[in-house]
């Protein structure tokens, strides 16, 4: 079980520095940028993107003038920036959390499996989309859309294979019970649990948001 963290004013400034990396305006939730700050602060992407979108629309006399103080400023936002984090190290880390417990899932979605450290919750969310786009006999190291997703990841296209077979021990459609990386069975069979029996739209449409982290 997590925290509900308590958003304090500081917070608006890493987001601030966020926003006006070129190009300058809103970034896409699960951009690396933004993910790693999630991260830091143990606050889920899409709420940290709201927040940009408060920034981006100046939304209340504190963001006009934190916006006046460093939007043109970008050696100060820094400065402030690297102070805060500095700042952050002195004090206890609960002082940054409220009393609500809840629980976090999108640290662990993009941290290594304990399985195989190559992979990552996230990384099997895009390759079970791809799944649903390809027939067993196009999972193969050859078809274009298995290469293209492994170019992302930054990932052999062998162990997007390796993937699909596992999957294919999933799917209660087909009767496989054999696949060269079992290992990753119980994670695999994890993410299809929330996302295989739903609606594909849907799962594609996370895939797209997810892509952004490997751009």
């Known amino acids: 079980m997590g925290k509900v963290i308590a958003w304090q004013d500081e917070f608006w400034l890493p987001l601030l520095q966020i926003y006006l990396r070129q190009p300058v305006g809103l970034k896409p939730a699960y951009s690396r940028a933004m993910v790693e700050l999630s991260m830091e602060l143990h606050i ?15 939304s ?20 402030a920036v690297r102070l805060w984090r500095e700042m952050r190290g002195f004090g206890a880390a609960s002082d940054f959390y409220e009393g609500v417990g809840v ?3 999108f640290e662990r ?7 195989d450290e190559r992979l990552t919750p996230v990384m099997l969310v ?6 649903f786009r390809l027939v067993p006999s196009t999972m ?14 930054r990932v052999s296209d062998r162990l997007v294979v390796d993937v699909l077979e596992v999957y294919q021990l999933c ?5 496989r019970n054999e696949a060269s990386m079992r290992h990753l069975l119980a994670p695999c069979q994890e993410v299809w649990r929330q996302y295989g029996n739903g609606n594909t739209v849907e799962l594609a449409e996370l895939a797209e948001e997810l892509k952004a982290y490997y751009k």
Do not use: S
């Open 140 to 153: 193969v190291t050859d078809t274009p859309e298995v290469t293209e997703l492994a170019k992302l990841m």
């Open 44 to 58: 889920a992407p899409k709420v940290l993107r709201a927040r940009m979108e408060q920034l981006a629309k100046l």
């Open 126 to 131: 895009l390759i079970l989309d791809l799944y």
């Open 60 to 79: 209340t006399p504190r963001l006009e003038k934190i916006w006046q103080q460093y939007a043109d400023n970008t050696k100060k936002l820094k400065r």
């Open 103 to 105: 629980q976090e899932t």
């Open 171 to 175: 799917d209660p459609y087909l009767n």
């Open 109 to 115: 979605d993009f941290k290594p499996l304990a399985e």
